[in-house]
Each structure stands twice: as C-alpha cells, then as structure tokens.
T-cell receptor
Framework: DQQVKQNSPSLSVQEGRISILNCDYT??????FLWYKKYPAEGPTFLISISSIKDKNEDGRFTVFLNKSAKHLSLHIVPSQPGDSAVYFCAATGTYSGAGSYQLTFGKGTKLSVIP | DGGITQSPKYLFRKEGQNVTLSCEQNLNHDAMYWYRQDPGQGLRLIYYSQIVNDFQKGDIAEGYSVSREKKESFPLTVTSAQKNPTAFYLC???????????FGSGTQLSVL
C-alpha cells in the first residue's frame, strides 16, 4: 500500500521552461513534506520542505505547493537548468511517528531530464 | 567538513555470507537511519536509532541487523537470511525531532 505516490516515473523539459513534479499521498496523518534530489550512485540531498500549516514555500527557483484537501503537492522549478536533471523524491512524515524520531515515507521518484 | 561517510562504495556478497556496511557521521546527530533503494523504487526504512545502544525496526528489517555502540557509528549487517540483498543502501542521520535527513553517498551491494 503506497502512501506516497509519484505517478510520473519520468519528465523531460526544455532548459529555461518550468518543471512541475507531482506527488500524492493517502495518509491524512502526514503533516510535513519534503523533496529530495538524487544523482545516480549518490545519496539524496534535501531540496525544500513544507508544513501542512502552509500551502506554499519558496526557495530560489524551487517552489512547493500543498493542497491538503486533495492530498497533493507539487514541486515547481523555474527556470529549469540542465544541472537539475536528477531523480526527485517526495517524502512525507507525521508527528504521530513517535517521540523524537521522524520516519519518512518516500515516493518512488520522478526522473527529471532538462534538455539544453 | 561535517557529513556522513559510507563504506565501501561497492560490496559483493557470496551466498551464505554476512556482510557489514559501515556508516559514520560527524554531524553530532543523535538519530541515524538505514534505507534500502531498489531500481525504480522509493527508499524503504530498514532500521533506525535515536540514541546510543537503542534501535528500532523499520518496514523491512528481516534479514538485517544493526548496532549503535557509538553516537557516530551505525553499521548495518546484511545476513544470509536476507534472500534478496542486491540493492543500494543509504545511511542517514538527523537531529532528534527534526524531519530533515542528511544522507551518505550510499553502498551498492551485489550478490556474486
């Protein structure tokens, strides 16, 4: 039972255009969401996060939008650059996870290719 | 530079053999985690530890064991009971109570 779903395994975008990566979740107890970026044979690196008390969070070229009623979030990258080509993982967690340690539930990832 | 070091980068296991993956961090984080990634799949939690000498099973702990004798170190042993060990293994750490994880560069384990 996948609690975090990234339904697009891959996405291709022209350099300079907007990349939109989508993520859906089913667990209504999730209240914090993160995006990680991963290059091949490397560990994921944190990109941006959003709490359920917000509906938008921006950091430079990256913006995450959260629609709680639809249990949907999206990552927008504007403008897209060739260096953004990587796999992007959506992750979610909730304060119910237990005292002191948050267990992240990850989606399967979306491979973004930015074409020069 | 602070960070998480995983070794080796590549590891091969013979049938019936136990192998141990190393994870060391100098971020002074109390919480450490082991994840497994299979091709086309998300990361799945194997074990995690919030404090020295204590650890909990994640979603897929069967066939794995861990120890946490030092704050900086959280080695993972893949035992012979793990029938499908080929995967990319990722170690992570965090401040206790924080959602943001810091990951190592991973170990690719393959079966000979």
């Amino acid at each position: 039972d996948q609690q975090v779903k990234q339904n697009s395994p891959s996405l291709s975008v022209q350099e300079g255009r907007i990349s939109i990566l989508n993520c859906d979740y089913t667990n209504s107890m999730f209240d914090y969401f993160l995006w990680y970026k991963k290059y091949p044979a490397e560990g994921p690196t944190f990109l941006i996060s959003i709490s359920s008390i917000k509906d938008k969070n921006e950091d430079g070229r990256f913006t995450v939008f959260l629609n709680k009623s639809a249990k949907h979030l999206s990552l927008h990258i504007v403008p897209s650059q060739p260096g953004d080509s990587a796999v992007y993982f959506c992750a979610a967690t909730g304060t119910y996870s237990g005292a002191g340690s948050y267990q992240l539930t990850f989606g399967k990832g979306t491979k973004l290719s930015v074409i020069p | 530079d602070g960070g998480i070091t995983q070794s080796p980068k590549y590891l091969f296991r013979k049938e019936g053999q136990n192998v141990t993956l190393s994870c060391e961090q100098n971020l002074n984080h109390d919480a450490m985690y082991w994840y497994r990634q299979d091709p086309g799949q998300g990361l799945r939690l194997i074990y995690y530890s919030q404090i020295v000498n204590d650890f909990q099973k994640g979603d897929i702990a069967e066939g794995y064991s861990v120890s946490r004798e030092k704050k900086e170190s959280f080695p993972l042993t893949v035992t012979s009971a793990q029938k499908n060990p080929t995967a990319f293994y990722l170690c992570a750490s965090s401040i206790v109570g924080a959602e943001k994880l810091f990951f190592g560069s991973g170990t690719q384990l393959s079966v000979l």
